[in-house]
């Protein structure tokens, strides 16, 4: 059994940091590559080196959802390796055509937020953290891309994970079970603090609002179904 590296980086928005997996194996396998910033890329760039790699040696990056601190270093990853970049298909826009995704959502949360009734300088922050969070280079080489679904598995760590679609905190985060082993990648899904559910429009029933909390519930539970004895947030 592989045991994977696990590389923390900065985050300092509402936490101080967040993880990155760098797991050896028949394929060397990032899950995840942090928010894009000079001192991250230093860091994960010095930790591929003290583990016995360099950085071009990445073979796939795998992504969990496209939050900014999970996918930040990704065109940087792109241009430094020739890794293939394994991601839900349901974030398949926000990679391709990310702007028109950024306007959509942005509108969407807007809307949504001013029926609630907020003041117009409450609106204005609000735009302000949704920019910071949700603005993304359209990347051009998508050639490199390899989409997955639920049910799916993924290989890395010369083992099969099973693909889990858990919402809640968003709709497109997934997480990695291997249920022989006991062990689950959980993105964001099991922290030592409860995640954040993030209501955004439903990506089946457009102009409408995800039952964000509801869902995360749900997603709690179908995880408390498996046994499991480590787990990588």
Known sequence: ???PIRIEVTLDVMFPSVNCYLIPG?????????????????????AVVTNGYKVSDIDQVIITHE????????????EETNAIIRAP???????????????????????LIYSLGFPEEKLKEFEFFLNMFRKFQT??????????????FLNFGNTKWKVLNTPGHCPTQHVFLQKDQKRIFSSDMILSITP??????????PGHATPALR????????LRKYELEKIYP
Not at 139 to 152: C, H, L, N, P, V
């Open 1 to 3: 059994m592989i045991e």
């Open 26 to 46: 028949e394929k060397l396998t990032l899950v995840d590559c942090g928010l894009d910033t000079p001192e991250n890329w230093n860091t994960l760039c010095n």
């Open 67 to 78: 939050h900014r601190d999970h996918i930040g270093l990704l065109g940087r990853l792109l």
């Open 89 to 111: 298909k349901m974030t398949e826009g926000w990679f391709s055509h990310p702007d028109d995704m950024n306007r959509s959502y942005n509108q969407f949360l807007k809307s």
């Open 139 to 152: 990347i051009s080489k998508m050639q490199r891309f390899k989409f997955f679904s639920e049910g799916d």
């Open 196 to 205: 954040m559910p993030i209501v955004t429009e439903d990506p089946n029933k």
């Open 215 to 222: 869902q995360l519930l749900e997603s709690f539970e179908r």
